[in-house]
C-alpha cells in the first residue's frame, strides 16, 4: 500500500520523507489555510507549495476553488500550469459533486474531472462519500478516487444513535460492530413490535434507518472502501483507491488488509503507527542489559567517554 501523508505543512511532509515511506501528499483549502497559520506570516504560498513539490517524488493534490465546471477547469489549468513543471508531480483535487444547496448543479465536479482527464490533467476526486459516486469518477476518467472513511463513521454514528449527544473527537475509536448490533437490535424490536408491512411501509423512523445511508449499506468508512475496492476489480478500472478522513491507525491497517491501493494518512496518525508501549519497554531492557565488554567492542575501549 501506497502511504501519502495528508498534510500540507513542510515539515512534516520532510520529516515523513526521511523515512523512506512517503509516496505521496495531498492537500485542501483547508490543510493550505493550517500550514500557512502555523508558518507565520510573510511565507510565499507559491515557493511553498513549490517546496512541496520538490520535497516527495510522488502524486501531489492540490484542490480547486470554484463550484462551477468552468471554474473548476481553469483554476485547475492555473494550477497544473504553475506547479507541474516544478517536479511533474500535479494531481487536480476535484470535488465529484459541488453542490451544497438544493438547486445547485450536481454534476459540475463529474463533468469538470471527464474535461480534464481529456486534457491529460490528472485528477482525484475527493469527497467521495458513496461506492456509486467512486464507480462514476473512474468512468468520467478520474485516476484516483478518495473515498472519506472518517466522516462516513461520523454519519454512521449520528444516523444509527450511537453518538448520544457526544461530541467525538477526531481519533475516537469507532465500534463499527457494536453499529452492527445496534442496528439489528432496532430492526428485531421493530419487527416484534409491528407487522412487517407496517415496518416496511408505514413506519419512517424503520424507513429512515433503512435508508440512513442512502442505500449503501454498510456500517464504517471501511466498509465503503470495500465496496468500492469490490467494484473497481470486478471490471478492471485503473483508477486508485486514496482511503482519505483516515483518524485512526486501525482504520490504516483495515486499509492494508483489504489492499486498498493508497492511504492518506495525517502525520500525527504515521506517527501513532510506529508505536508499541512493548517496543519502548523492550528497548530500555536492551539499553539497561549492554555489558561493558560488548560496548568495548562497539564504542572502543574509551567507551565511558562516548
Ligand atoms: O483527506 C481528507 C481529509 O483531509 C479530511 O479529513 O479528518 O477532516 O475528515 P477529516
Avoid at 94 to 103: D, L, R
Avoid at 127 to 149: C, E, R, W
Avoid at 222 to 243: H, P
Wanted: proline share 4%; net charge negative; with cysteine.
Amino acid at each position: 500500500m501506497k502511504i501519502f501523508v495528508d498534510t500540507a505543512k513542510i515539515e512534516e511532509i520532510k520529516e515523513a520523507e526521511s523515512w523512506g515511506i512517503l509516496d505521496g501528499v495531498t492537500t485542501n483549502p483547508s490543510l493550505i489555510k493550517k500550514a500557512v497559520e502555523s508558518a507565520g506570516e510573510g511565507v510565499s504560498l507559491e515557493e511553498y507549495i513549490k517546496d512541496i513539490l520538490r520535497t516527495v517524488d510522488g502524486p501531489v493534490s492540490l484542490e480547486v476553488i470554484s463550484t462551477t465546471m468552468e471554474g473548476m477547469i481553469t483554476e485547475a489549468e492555473v494550477l497544473y500550469d504553475k506547479f507541474n513543471g516544478i517536479n511533474n508531480n500535479v494531481v487536480i483535487k476535484v470535488p465529484v459533486n459541488t453542490s451544497m444547496e438544493p438547486g445547485d448543479d450536481d454534476f459540475a465536479g463529474i463533468k469538470a474531472t471527464k474535461v480534464l482527464s481529456e486534457k491529460g490533467i490528472p485528477v482525484n476526486s475527493t469527497l467521495i462519500m458513496t461506492p456509486n459516486q467512486a464507480l462514476m469518477a473512474a468512468k468520467a476518467g478520474a485516476d484516483y478516487v478518495s473515498p472519506f472513511v472518517g466522516r462516513i463513521d461520523d454519519h454512521i454514528r449520528n444516523r444509527i444513535g450511537l453518538k448520544g449527544g457526544v461530541d467525538y473527537p477526531k481519533g475516537t475509536y469507532y465500534p463499527e460492530e457494536l453499529a452492527v448490533r445496534v442496528w439489528e437490535k432496532k430492526l428485531e424490536t421493530a419487527i416484534h413490535e409491528q407487522k412487517i408491512d407496517d415496518i416496511v411501509y408505514r413506519d419512517h423512523n424503520i424507513m429512515r434507518m433503512f435508508d440512513w445511508a442512502n442505500d449503501d449499506g454498510f456500517f464504517s468508512g471501511v466498509d465503503m472502501l470495500w465496496s468500492i475496492k469490490q467494484i473497481y476489480d470486478r471490471y478492471g478500472f485503473d483508477t486508485e483507491i486514496i482511503a482519505a478522513s483516515i483518524r485512526t491507525d486501525r482504520q490504516v491497517r483495515q486499509c492494508a488488509e483489504m489492499g486498498v491501493d493508497i492511504a492518506t494518512i495525517p502525520f500525527p496518525v504515521i506517527e501513532n503507527m510506529m508505536t508499541h508501549i512493548k517496543t519502548s519497554q523492550g528497548m530500555k531492557a536492551f539499553c539497561d542489559d549492554v555489558i561493558p565488554e560488548y560496548k568495548a567492542i562497539l564504542w572502543g575501549k574509551d567507551f565511558e567517554k562516548a
